[in-house]
């Protein structure tokens, strides 16, 4: 008999030690593609909309709505600390 926690990790897809809000993350990708492609210091304006079309693009794939805090949160880590 499986216990319920395990079954529960089975459930949502996600290996041990793997990324828990994987929408946030693809999210936080996307908008960190979209800013290195300006390859400059981007205005804070431009990165704010930036993240929220992430956002909305992201969750518009999924059905999860992904905050824009979260996300500005996530860039302003480290890489080293992101874990993708």
């Known amino acids: 008999m499986r216990c319920a ?4 990790v089975e459930t949502i897809g996600r290996r ?3 990324v828990r809000d994987q929408p946030l993350h693809r ?3 996307l908008a ?3 800013l290195s492609l300006l390859g400059r210091r981007v205005p804070d ?4 909309a930036t993240i929220k079309y992430a956002c909305e693009t ?3 794939d999924t059905g999860v ?3 824009p805090e979260r996300v500005r ?3 302003n880590r480290p890489r080293a600390r992101r874990q993708y």
């Open 45 to 48: 304006a431009m990165r704010t």
């Open 27 to 29: 999210a936080a990708r």
């Open 65 to 67: 709505a992904v905050e």
């Open 5 to 8: 926690f395990s079954m529960f």
């Open 32 to 34: 960190e593609v979209l």
């Open 58 to 60: 992201e969750g518009d």
């Open 73 to 75: 949160d996530l860039l």
């Open 16 to 18: 041990p030690g793997g």
